[in-house]
């Protein structure tokens, strides 16, 4: 079945680079996604990579993708306060599903 | 772009009320949109697929009785928690997308729904 992995806290010194992995199962899926919530709001998107893809640069986000070990990471580089929030990883639920499934999401907390 | 709107953003109710969420896509028709719910410490997890015309699809667990989903039209599903209870408080978010256009930016969701039952 399909099923998305993260750790659940991340805690990162203000200006230093936030790594956040996931592991997923579902090797068709066909986008993975990068979801920030802060709290007591809805989700944002911040960034998605296509499943052929290793690498897309955002401004300050880094998507790595490493298909053979199912391995998706979010580097936030230059960490701002403001980047607290969790961090949720999403996968499409196979080949051309307009579903997604959703690891545990990543606490990160910025220490200024 | 395309912006899917969800209202309201928080509602309290009374307990063995219920209450009606909707999920309404402004500017593109979704056949189908999707209910997620989020969990204290868990992540988001798939409630029920709407589609247009026809009766929702519901993951295993959630109860269609009581949580009840109409997609009346292409632009509007509505999500009613029926007798509410305290326990389903949470976090009730949709989604919807374009018909036929695929592509990974495509998946647009609401704002979510805070519900807390007293």
């Known amino acids: 079945g399909e099923d998305v992995e993260q750790s659940l806290f991340l805690s990162v010194r203000e200006g230093d680079s936030s790594v956040i992995n996931c592991t997923y199962t579902?090797?068709?899926?066909?986008?993975l996604y990068w979801y920030k919530q802060e709290p007591g709001a809805g989700l944002q998107l911040l960034t998605y990579i296509f499943s052929n893809m290793d690498m897309k640069q955002d401004q300050r986000l880094t998507v790595l993708l490493n298909k053979k070990d199912k391995h998706l990471s979010l580097r936030i580089a230059d960490t701002q306060t403001g980047d607290s929030a969790i961090y949720f990883c999403a996968e499409t639920a196979g080949a051309g599903s307009y579903q997604l499934t959703f690891g545990k999401g990543t606490k990160l907390s910025v220490i200024p | 772009g395309a912006v899917v709107s969800q209202h309201p953003s928080r509602v309290i109710c009374k307990s063995g009320t219920s209450v009606k969420i909707e999920c309404r896509s402004l500017d593109f028709q979704a056949t189908t949109m999707f209910w997620y719910r989020q969990f204290p410490k868990k992540s988001l997890m798939l409630m029920a697929t709407?589609?247009?015309?026809?009766?929702?699809?519901?993951e295993q667990g959630v109860e269609k009785d009581k949580f009840l989903i109409n997609h009346a039209s292409l632009t509007l599903s509505t999500l009613t928690v029926t007798s509410a209870h305290p326990e389903d408080s949470s976090f009730y978010i949709c989604s919807a997308s374009v018909d036929s256009d695929y592509s990974g930016n495509t998946i647009y969701f609401g704002e979510g729904s805070w519900l807390t039952v007293v």
């Open positions: 709407s589609n247009e015309g026809s009766k929702a699809t519901y």
């Open positions: 579902d090797s068709s899926s066909t986008y």
